[in-house]
């Protein structure tokens, strides 16, 4: 499967041609799991309860198309959410729409499937998407929902860290840390002294709260090549401290408002603060993790380089693998398992185009897919 993108700018009064550019996209991993995933959504669909209200694949990697600036490069491995500021956009579905001066309309005389070929058009007029796009995105803003996907029925749990092939899961009791393998086996135990809440690994180094008021906690360490025997070294929060998370295996925190972040280093028993950056961020996260230039928190997602935040997905919890997240349910004590990438596709454009309000634009989107006939 792949897709091919066609721009085209029109001066508006005389609807001469003023540029064409063409190029290619990838195909990102939210739609290479969506297509992975539906015969299990096809085949399991109201046969046995304990799938039926398990398993609902994503679908929403190709509803939206998006327009942006970014200086992030392709990665078909890391990308996972739209980067950039959104400068166009369009939903790709015949019933949605895109208020605003982003807002372009899909063309539905001009869209078809035939076979082989999906193909979206979607038509920008003069007064929306104005400004300088170097991207193309298809996915869906609002990310991923807590009802789509796979729900462990035989393992439930707080929230986790992933660290390199271990994952530190705090148990329901928020008392006990389990180690576990890459198949969720547990390999060891440990019951600290009073309730806390995990943060992140750094460096080896598992990092936690204890229980009390965000005012009243306190930073506890403990060196995981000593897991169970190790002591549980105390620092004094920082009284601004939210959640801690690891960036570029250094130690980091937002602070409990979601303002802004920082680094915090170690220092002669200390933990000494520097202020990074001013951010659009979400207060009194429990879980946070940085991937690929971006924050994720309980319920959104930040884009570090535009300081632009998206609806990602209910109560994240942590990471799965690679490719995938925890989320814990609202409605059940269910811990679902969902695909981590939230878009379908992106094209790095080969030139930044630009679009003025004397332009029309259009946008024809094809696909290529498997023929159906064969």
Not at 71 to 79: G, H, I, N, S, V
Request: hydrophobic content about 35%.
């Amino acid at each position: 499967m792949e897709g091919n993108i066609k721009i085209e700018l029109f001066d508006a009064k005389t609807n001469t041609k003023e540029k064409e550019l063409k190029d290619h996209n990838f195909i990102a991993n939210g739609l290479k799991f969506l297509i992975r995933e539906s015969p299990f959504d096809y085949i399991l669909r109201g046969k046995i309860d304990f799938f039926n209200d398990s398993f609902t694949p994503s679908r929403q990697v190709l509803d939206n198309l998006y327009l942006t600036n970014t200086a992030t490069p392709e990665d078909p491995e890391k990308d996972f959410y739209v980067a950039g500021h959104v400068v166009g956009e369009s939903s790709l579905t015949i019933s949605g729409s895109v208020s605003g001066t982003t807002g372009g309309v899909l063309n539905t005389s001009e869209s078809f499937f035939k076979n082989d070929k999906l193909r979206f058009v979607v038509d920008f007029p003069t007064d929306k998407a104005n400004g300088t796009f170097n991207n193309i995105f298809t996915g869906h803003k609002k990310g991923l929902l807590e009802s789509s996907g796979f729900a462990n029925h035989d393992i439930s749990f707080f929230n986790s860290i992933k660290y390199e092939n271990l994952y530190f899961t705090l148990e329901n009791d928020q008392q006990t840390i389990c180690k576990r393998d890459s198949e969720l086996k547990i390999l060891e135990s440990r019951v600290m002294p009073t309730k806390v809440g995990i943060y992140t690994v750094v460096n080896n180094n598992l990092y936690m709260r204890n229980t009390g008021g965000w005012s009243y906690q306190k930073v506890l360490k403990i060196d995981l090549n000593h897991f169970l025997t190790g002591n549980v070294i105390e620092y004094s929060k920082p009284a601004n401290a939210g959640a801690f998370f690891n960036k570029n295996e250094e130690l980091h925190f937002v602070d409990v408002a979601g303002n802004s972040y920082y680094k915090a280093t170690e220092t002669d028993g200390v933990l000494v603060t520097e202020k990074i950056a001013d951010i659009n961020g979400e207060s009194y996260s429990n879980t946070i993790s940085y991937d690929n230039g971006a924050l994720i928190f309980d319920r959104t997602i930040l884009n570090l380089e535009t300081n632009e935040k998206y609806d990602y997905c209910y109560r994240f919890s942590g990471h799965y693998g690679k490719n995938y997240v925890f989320v814990n349910s609202s409605r059940s004590s269910k811990l679902f398992i969902l695909p981590k990438s939230m878009i379908g596709s992106r094209s790095l454009l080969s030139e930044p185009v630009t679009k003025t309000n004397t332009q029309t634009m259009k946008i024809t989107y094809e696909f290529t897919l498997p023929s159906l006939y064969d």
